[in-house]
């Protein structure tokens, strides 16, 4: 299970550091054009930059749950999950946000993208988290039943 | 040793066929929510934007019935025009109660104005409206003056609090209306007095100027009088007046009902048919699990075990696995809903509402009740077959 959850953290990374790339509006080749005439990206691209920084660690943290074999990492792991999980909600919501206009690219796909991929990564990293520590418990069990 | 625990040690024994079991239970719960929600969320959508409209006739220029349905509903642009003494012709009609005319502009397509690219402006006519009117009543809000204008929910102020810059004038938006997931929701309900003042500073003010065609309207509204028949009154008014058509409130949006009633119908037959593989697969890996768990089986009835717990074993594995996929699904399918609704919305081409939350709890339950009854379905014979064998005979198999 840890490893499935493992395999479903690092397939949400890659979606997480490579959807938003292809749907904010720079990629539409949509910019705000300032009164001296330069073009700047709008917040939404700003965003997607930002989570490629959230998605190399969510990465990581798919690839220990795959390799790892030591149980204590597991608990400190999927904490570390929930909690860039979470970052992946707050950019394109809270932290940095995305383009006003709700028909606009990155409001209809990658900011529901992003939402569900780190709602999604916070559930798995739960699981994990759940499962480390029954497994835990029940270690201490048998530690308790031999001593 | 419990049901439960002999189910769950079951579960957790064999990956494959729990994950077989679980996809297929997540498989038809969320597709049967998805369809539910999607076609009751346009129902709703459609019934909505009629009782916000009001009227029991919308009579418009001939050949335009498609263009206001997608006007309305899509917020697609759409311009035609009719006589404006059309309007006292149909006012003279002994049935109608009030004939209001409506104007639709124009769509400004990736206004700075609006929280959506296009904006679609209706204007109205105070004195006899009963579509924005009532609902301003309502909210104890008064007529609406020169310069002040209504906003569907997703029409924003960017000009200070409350002002909006349109064809370079500033209007100011006194209240937003609850949303109806249609066209209704990207549009800007203003006074031909606003309107036309609008259009004689847009020469000046504005990039484009905004066009008015004189003595011109797009659609009349009408209210039939209680008691007399619409339909009577719209064959009335299409016999007596050439070159416009009255639409009943009840054929209102008519391409989409039966667009919907298509695409309903696809979706169905392809709910079917995912239903139908999903029992014949089910019913396929509850036999082979049980011709593999004979022995087993057969060791438990030896040791004690009734027929009976050896069928709820397997009925409650079945559950649980059910229980497990279906709540995923249907949780998956929530949220997906919830998130990507603007994008469906586009890529379907049909309006939508979200329902409220007891709606959207009952058809969670509806879908977690059919993920339950699909699985116990094809688990049930298996699990008869196997409960009923000798437990002699099956250890020697």
Same mark, same amino acid.
């Given at each position: 299970?840890?490893?499935?959850?493992?395999? %479903?953290?690092?397939? %949400?990374?890659?979606v997480?550091?490579?959807?938003?790339l292809?749907? #904010?509006c720079?990629?539409?080749?949509?910019?705000?054009?300032?009164? #001296?005439?330069k073009t700047?990206?709008?917040?939404c691209?700003?965003?997607a930059?930002?989570?490629?920084g959230?998605a190399?660690? %969510?990465?990581?943290?798919?690839?220990? *749950?795959?390799t790892?074999?030591?149980k204590?990492?597991?608990?400190?792991?999927?904490?570390?999950?929930?909690?860039?999980?979470?970052?992946?909600?707050?950019?394109?919501?809270?932290?940095?946000?995305?383009?006003? *206009?709700p $028909?606009?690219?990155?409001n209809?796909?990658?900011k529901?993208?992003?939402?569900a991929a780190?709602t999604?990564?916070?559930?798995a $990293?739960?699981?994990v988290?759940v499962?480390?520590?029954?497994?835990d418990r029940?270690?201490? *069990?048998?530690?308790?039943a031999?001593? | 040793m =419990?049901l439960?625990w002999?189910a769950?040690?079951?579960?957790?024994g =064999?990956a494959?066929?729990t994950g077989?079991?679980?996809?297929?239970?997540?498989?038809v &719960?969320?597709?049967?929510?998805f369809?539910?929600?999607?076609? /009751? &969320?346009a129902? =709703?959508?459609? +019934?909505? @934007?009629?009782?916000r409209?009001?009227?029991?006739?919308?009579?418009?220029?001939?050949?335009?019935e498609a263009?206001?349905?997608?006007?309305l509903?899509? &917020?697609?642009?759409? /311009?035609?025009?009719m006589s /404006?003494?059309?309007?006292?012709q149909?006012?003279?009609?002994?049935?109608?109660?009030?004939?209001?005319?409506?104007?639709?502009?124009a769509?400004?397509?990736?206004?700075?104005?609006c929280s959506?690219s296009d904006?679609?402006?209706?204007?109205?006519?105070?004195q006899?409206?009963f579509t924005?009117?009532?609902?301003?009543?309502?909210?104890?809000?008064?007529m609406? +003056?020169?310069g002040?204008?209504v906003?569907?929910t997703?029409i924003?102020?960017?000009?200070?609090?409350?002002n909006?810059?349109?064809?370079g004038?500033?209007?100011?938006?006194?209240? =937003?209306?609850?949303?109806t997931?249609?066209?209704?929701?990207?549009?800007?309900?203003?006074?031909f007095?606003?309107?036309?003042d609008?259009?004689?500073k847009?020469?000046q003010?504005?990039e484009?100027?905004?066009?008015?065609?004189?003595? !011109?309207i797009?659609?009349?509204?009408?209210?039939?009088?209680?008691?007399?028949?619409?339909?009577?009154?719209a064959v009335?008014?299409l016999?007596?007046?050439?070159?416009v058509?009255?639409?009943?409130?009840?054929?209102?949006?008519?391409?989409?009902?039966?667009?919907m009633?298509?695409?309903?119908?696809t979706?169905?037959?392809?709910? !079917?048919?995912?239903w139908v593989?999903?029992?014949?697969?089910?019913g396929?890996?509850?036999?082979?699990?049980?011709n593999?768990? +004979?022995k087993?089986?057969g060791?438990? /009835?030896?040791l004690?075990?009734?027929?009976?717990f050896v069928?709820q074993s397997l009925?409650?594995?079945?559950t649980?696995?059910?229980?497990?996929?279906?709540?995923?699904?249907?949780a998956?399918?929530v949220?997906?809903?919830i998130?990507?609704r603007?994008?469906l919305?586009?890529?379907?081409?049909l309006?939508f509402?979200?329902?409220?939350?007891g709606s959207?709890l009952?058809?969670?339950?509806v879908?977690?009740?059919?993920?339950?009854f699909?699985?116990?379905?094809a688990?049930?014979?298996?699990?008869?077959?196997?409960?009923?064998?000798?437990? @002699?005979?099956?250890m020697?198999?």
């Amino acid at each position: 299970m840890k490893k499935l959850m493992g395999v %479903l953290l690092v397939v %949400l990374a890659l979606v997480v550091g490579i959807v938003p790339l292809f749907t #904010d509006c720079l990629s539409q080749g949509r910019a705000l054009t300032t009164t #001296d005439g330069k073009t700047v990206p709008m917040k939404c691209h700003w965003t997607a930059i930002a989570e490629i920084g959230a998605a190399i660690p %969510l990465g990581l943290v798919g690839i220990f *749950n795959i390799t790892s074999k030591r149980k204590e990492t597991f608990s400190t792991l999927s904490l570390l999950g929930m909690g860039l999980g979470a970052l992946i909600i707050a950019f394109p919501t809270v932290l940095i946000g995305v383009c006003a *206009n709700p $028909s606009m690219i990155c409001n209809m796909i990658m900011k529901p993208t992003l939402i569900a991929a780190g709602t999604l990564a916070i559930a798995a $990293s739960l699981v994990v988290f759940v499962i480390s520590v029954r497994m835990d418990r029940g270690q201490a *069990n048998i530690a308790q039943a031999a001593g | 040793m =419990n049901l439960y625990w002999l189910a769950s040690k079951n579960i957790s024994g =064999n990956a494959f066929r729990t994950g077989v079991v679980a996809l297929c239970a997540l498989l038809v &719960g969320s597709f049967a929510l998805f369809t539910t929600l999607l076609m /009751r &969320g346009a129902e =709703n959508s459609l +019934r909505l @934007a009629i009782n916000r409209l009001g009227a029991d006739i919308v009579v418009v220029p001939e050949g335009s019935e498609a263009k206001i349905e997608s006007a309305l509903l899509m &917020g697609v642009p759409a /311009r035609f025009w009719m006589s /404006r003494d059309i309007l006292s012709q149909i006012a003279a009609f002994p049935d109608v109660e009030s004939a209001s005319p409506q104007l639709y502009l124009a769509t400004l397509t990736g206004a700075s104005c609006c929280s959506v690219s296009d904006m679609f402006i209706i204007d109205y006519d105070p004195q006899t409206d009963f579509t924005i009117q009532p609902w301003l009543e309502q909210n104890q809000l008064d007529m609406l +003056r020169l310069g002040e204008v209504v906003g569907g929910t997703y029409i924003s102020a960017t000009d200070g609090k409350q002002n909006i810059t349109v064809y370079g004038y500033l209007v100011t938006l006194m209240a =937003n209306l609850e949303p109806t997931g249609t066209g209704l929701d990207q549009s800007m309900f203003l006074t031909f007095d606003t309107a036309y003042d609008i259009a004689s500073k847009s020469v000046q003010q504005a990039e484009r100027p905004l066009e008015i065609p004189t003595d !011109s309207i797009s659609a009349v509204m009408i209210k039939a009088k209680p008691g007399s028949d619409p339909h009577l009154l719209a064959v009335e008014i299409l016999q007596t007046i050439p070159g416009v058509t009255p639409i009943e409130s009840s054929n209102l949006f008519q391409s989409y009902r039966q667009q919907m009633t298509g695409l309903l119908k696809t979706i169905l037959f392809i709910m !079917s048919i995912t239903w139908v593989l999903c029992v014949l697969l089910l019913g396929l890996v509850f036999s082979m699990a049980a011709n593999e768990r +004979r022995k087993e089986l057969g060791v438990l /009835r030896s040791l004690g075990a009734t027929r009976r717990f050896v069928f709820q074993s397997l009925l409650t594995e079945a559950t649980l696995l059910a229980f497990a996929g279906g709540a995923t699904g249907l949780a998956l399918t929530v949220l997906i809903i919830i998130l990507f609704r603007n994008a469906l919305v586009a890529l379907l081409g049909l309006p939508f509402l979200l329902p409220s939350a007891g709606s959207l709890l009952l058809q969670v339950l509806v879908g977690l009740f059919l993920a339950l009854f699909s699985v116990n379905l094809a688990a049930l014979l298996p699990a008869m077959k196997i409960s009923r064998q000798d437990p @002699a005979i099956a250890m020697r198999e």
